[in-house]
């Protein structure tokens, strides 16, 4: 009644879990009731229960991974009785969540972050890096696109990243970039899709810190999820290259410590300690 939103959906999520405790401390039981809550709950809060019930159903896969790794397809069984679902719907569930959410683009790139002071802790971060509620969810829903549990929910059509493709190019080729799959439900797809959303958003707000925070994020992503030859090297390259265009910048000492490790993966150390230097140099 007091408009205290945040302060709501912390009691609201407190109550639910001393309850869920009582039932016998099942996950499964506070993912049942979050949900409930969440048909007649009031708009304004309705967002930010989404990601906390996201986040709930990624820990109970967390907790309960062996129960999915291998379980086969489930279509006609029980629908509604999640801890049945088979990993590819679970994960479509948990990124539905996300991307429902995140369509309210345009409203949530207006509220401050400041707005879930007491909510969230206090990262080690500046706030410029996630200004907005659109930037917060956007880098939530990314770290679960972007999670290794992901390839184990990969159908034989997935949507695949190659060595040679726009996401390992620069800013304007990524940004230009408009892949093709039937797999749209891919996470990798759609975390190339909402880092190019959260780059343009930085971009349209002249928030530069943010820009190549992201841009840095996915380089680094695509390292690890790119198939093709000789993908060290073309990071490598991508990553100097950043670093030459960024060079007043303090992330191009980011990318070079990137670059950094990288070298010193390949077993080349003197490299790797050479490009350490040069970052540390250009900005102590």
Known sequence: KENHMVDAVKAL????????????????????RLETEIESADAKVKPLLKIVLAKWYWHYYNRNSYRFINRSRTEGLDEKDFTTWDLPKLFAHIGNLYENVLKEEETLKTISIKTLSGFLEQGN?????????????????LTFYMADAQSAARPTTAFEITVDSPAFGDFEAFMKWQPETLDTDSCNFRAVKLLQRLMKAAQASDNLDALLDNDLIRLAWVRQVVVGDDIANAYIRRLESFAKAHASHAYSATALGYAAQEYHNLGESVKAVETAERGRSAHP
Not at 13 to 32: A, L, S
């Open 125 to 141: 971060l500046p706030e410029e890096l996630r200004p907005t509620l659109f930037d917060f969810f956007a880098h939530e829903a």
């Open 13 to 32: 999520c407190d109550r639910i879990i001393q309850e869920g405790n009582i039932q016998g401390n099942k996950p499964e039981e506070r993912i049942t």
